[in-house]
């Protein structure tokens, strides 16, 4: 397999997953992220295994975004697969209680970061007339729960970015789908609570949450179909969860 993959966010959780489940397959990976040690201590492990190259940047930062990607080298310049995964909540308040500063990091992150990012690959893939987008969004994006308002806005707007890119990407053969996890055990909920591990770990306590790695399988096989055959948009939850709100926590 020597396709080339570029994963935004990949230091961590589903996108440091899915890197290490790619590393093994033999793809080429281009691996993002802000913070540089994580990726030089990736860029060390899955070089064993296939050949890394590691893109430091804030998606938020368009010019950084551009930059980074435009210096890409020769042989890592032909990107077959992009998932864009980069992204978190930032905070679980009420709406008049919600802070702007936490409002601004989830829309800049969680939607134009993907889109800065997705305006510089996608010129690549219609020059290749092929490509695979996989957009990480949420079951956030299919619901709205208590106190979750912006960060619900946020993958409610990649829900629809999925789609117009699919619609516009038609006509250049290029495969675009969203996957939804429910609750993935992740640094999710410590970026959410800004460091508070406490109530982090309880979100996940009392159940099995799904883990990162079930996240990249099925993005593996997301990617491993048929050319012709495009998932398009999947929800994915643990068995115990059965919405935002419902999650049996006896099980
Ligand atoms: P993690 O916090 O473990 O990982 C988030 C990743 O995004 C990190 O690699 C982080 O890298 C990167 N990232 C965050 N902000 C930026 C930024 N400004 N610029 C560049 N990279 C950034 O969380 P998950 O793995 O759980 O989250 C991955 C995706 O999955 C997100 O889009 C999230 O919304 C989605 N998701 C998560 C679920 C869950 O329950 N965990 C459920 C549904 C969807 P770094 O800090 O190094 O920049
Ligand atoms: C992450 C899942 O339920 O915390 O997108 O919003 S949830």
Redesign the pocket.
């Known amino acids: 397999m020597n396709e080339t993959v570029f994963i ?9 997953a899915t890197a290490e489940l790619f590393a093994n397959h033999k793809f080429k990976l281009i691996l ?4 540089q040690e ?1 990726l030089v201590h990736l860029k060390e492990q899955l070089g064993a295994l296939t050949t890394v190259h590691t893109l430091n ?4 930062d368009k010019d950084a975004v551009k930059k980074a990607i435009d210096s890409l080298p020769e042989e890592f310049s032909k990107i077959s697969i992009l998932i864009n ?5 930032h905070g679980l308040d009420t709406i008049q209680e919600g802070s702007i500063t936490d409002w601004d990091a989830m829309l800049d ?2 939607v134009k ?1 993907l889109l800065y990012v997705s305006k510089a690959i996608i010129p690549k893939m219609i020059t290749q007339n092929k490509g695979h987008i996989i957009n ?5 994006g299919k619901e709205v729960y208590p106190r979750g308002n912006v960060y619900c806005a946020s ?1 409610h707007a990649v829900d629809a970015i999925n789609q117009g890119m699919r619609i516009d990407l038609n006509q250049h053969g290029i495969r675009v789908g969203a996957l ?12 959410r609570f800004k460091g508070d591990d406490e109530r982090a770990e309880n979100v996940y306590k009392g159940f099995q949450a ?1 883990k ?1 790695e079930d996240i990249a399988d099925i993005i593996l096989f997301t990617v491993t179909r048929p050319y012709h055959v495009n998932i398009a948009d999947l929800v994915v939850m643990p068995t115990a969860q059965a919405s935002s709100t419902i999650v049996n926590k006896t099980l």
């Not at 935004?8 to 440091?16: C, D, N, P, V, Y």
């Not at 939804?180 to 970026?191: A, H, K, W, Y």
């Open positions: 935004t966010g990949a230091t961590s959780g589903i996108g440091k993002c992220g802000r913070r994580r940047f804030d998606v938020r995964n980069a992204g978190n909540a992150i969680n970061g990480i969004g949420s079951t956030a993958k939804n996890p429910g609750l993935v055990e992740t640094e999710f909920s410590q970026v799904l990162p």
